[in-house]
């Protein structure tokens, strides 16, 4: 039996809606060394990347984007390590990215020499505000602006028929731009790279910057799904930004919609506030009961090396990750805890008060679940003392040690660790 339940709409279990759950893992893309870099105060040198690449490599991605190797020369030098010291794991590609513009192109795959695999992303804005006042281009020079450099992808592709190519396109600002447009340039570019069902091109829809409620990018998204040429030779990928705090709900929704990759950055790493969080989409696929087929199993540890590799500590109210977030002070809700921990059996499905993922499931103990502070109760102190101490105590000696407890807490206005309440009560009851 599943560990967790896949909920579907809650109170209507006589009603499916197919669309309205997930129900599998979709290809993920880390870009953690390149929208996340690039987003950095400083970004990470060749050292720090490749201590991330293995990293993401660990967790079981199988497709990374490395950088924007024209950009600089820490970046080309990086892709040129990779390859060169044949880093990459056979099941791993390895993504990077250009602008249309024909020198960064060179650049690209000059970089790229001697790669077996290599996904090369192509990006041009394409909203009406970019047009104007950026690039001072009309719609048809934007479309000839995509298709050209497209064309330009196949001619240095031939040139290195030693490397499988897949070519991925983004029309950056794609969420403030109309979609019938949008579907024209994008089509106008995959009829130049002309995609097969066998050897598919990937279609990379951003929210550049996160506009509009997530419903309204995941019916854009579903608009492209149903109106794009050659819908069956592409995969539909998108790339969520998280201005309005819905980074996550936008990436999900997009999914339902008919995307079926996701482009992001561990803990929601990225320019402004971040790209889509992965850990969180893949997690929160984890506790619906789908394997995300990424592991998270030692959360800790993945989270210092980003903390380390992007010199930004992660929130302590991150979700899944945070050092709070499995951690309860109410003594209602440690109540709860504690009465729903000795009720569970050996395979019952993870029914929780207040814990949504069993915080062993990412390798947390539950030393941390239980807090003592001033907003706790008995409840919280006792939990402390039997599973530290062993000490069981009957419900009138807690009532009467919480007043000394509350006393403390009133004067040090701060937590007792189980230690310190073993040491009160050593103190208040004479004992060795
Ligand atoms: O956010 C964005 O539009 C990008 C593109 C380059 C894909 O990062
Ligand atoms: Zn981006």
Not at 260 to 287: K, Q, S
Not at 371 to 382: C, D, E, L
Not at 420 to 426: A, H, I, P, Y
Request: glycine share 6%.
């Amino acid at each position: 039996q599943a560990k967790y339940r896949a909920f579907a709409p809650i109170g209507l279990k006589d009603r499916t809606w197919p669309d309205a759950v997930l129900t599998k893992a979709p290809i993920w893309l880390s870009t953690d060394l390149r929208d996340g870099n690039q987003a950095l105060v400083e970004p990470m040198d060749i050292a720090r990347k490749m201590r991330m690449f293995e990293t993401l490599v660990a967790i079981g991605f199988k497709e990374i984007e490395v950088g924007f190797p024209s950009a600089s020369q820490i970046e080309f030098d990086f892709v040129r390590k990779l390859i060169e010291e044949d880093r990459i794991p056979d099941d791993v590609t390895i993504q990077v990215l250009t602008q249309a513009r024909d020198h960064l192109i060179a650049r690209t795959f000059e970089s790229l020499q001697g790669a077996p695999r290599a996904i090369v992303h192509l990006y041009n804005a394409v909203a009406p505000v970019m047009r104007r006042v950026v690039l001072g281009m009309d719609e048809d020079q934007i479309v000839e602006l995509a298709s050209s450099h497209a064309r330009m992808f196949n001619e240095f592709a031939a040139k290195q028929p030693n490397t499988r190519w897949t070519f991925q396109y983004s029309p950056e600002m794609f969420s403030g731009t109309d979609v019938v447009f949008s579907k024209r340039v994008v089509d106008a570019v995959t009829e130049v790279w002309a995609p097969t069902p066998e050897r598919k091109c990937i279609v990379n829809l951003p929210t550049t910057v996160e506009h509009s409620t997530p419903n309204i990018f995941a019916d854009m998204i579903e608009w492209m799904h149903r109106n794009l040429a050659r819908r069956d030779s592409i995969v539909l990928c998108v790339h969520p930004h998280n201005d309005r705090g819905t980074g996550t709900a936008a990436g999900e929704l997009a999914l339902m919609a008919g995307a079926e990759r996701i482009e992001g950055c561990l803990f929601g790493n990225g320019e402004r506030t971040g790209n889509l969080d992965l850990v969180n989409v893949a997690l929160n696929l984890y506790t619906q009961g789908v394997s995300p087929e990424l592991d998270f199993s030692n959360i800790d540890e993945i989270r210092a090396t980003v903390e380390h590799c992007n010199q930004i500590p992660v929130h302590p109210r991150h979700p899944y990750v945070g050092d709070l977030v499995y951690t309860s002070f109410s003594g209602s809700h440690q109540d709860a805890i504690k009465k729903a921990f000795a009720a569970r059996k050996d395979g019952d499905i993870w029914d929780m008060p207040y814990l949504p993922i069993d915080p062993k499931d990412v390798g947390r103990s539950y030393e941390a679940v239980i807090r003592v502070n001033s907003q706790s109760g008995k409840g919280g102190m006792a939990y402390l003392l039997e599973s530290e101490y062993g000490l069981e105590m009957p419900r009138r000696l807690q009532m009467e040690f919480m007043q000394t407890v509350q006393r403390v807490m009133d004067v040090a206005g701060k937590e007792l660790t189980a230690a310190d309440l073993w040491e009160l009560f050593v103190r208040e009851y004479g004992l060795e």
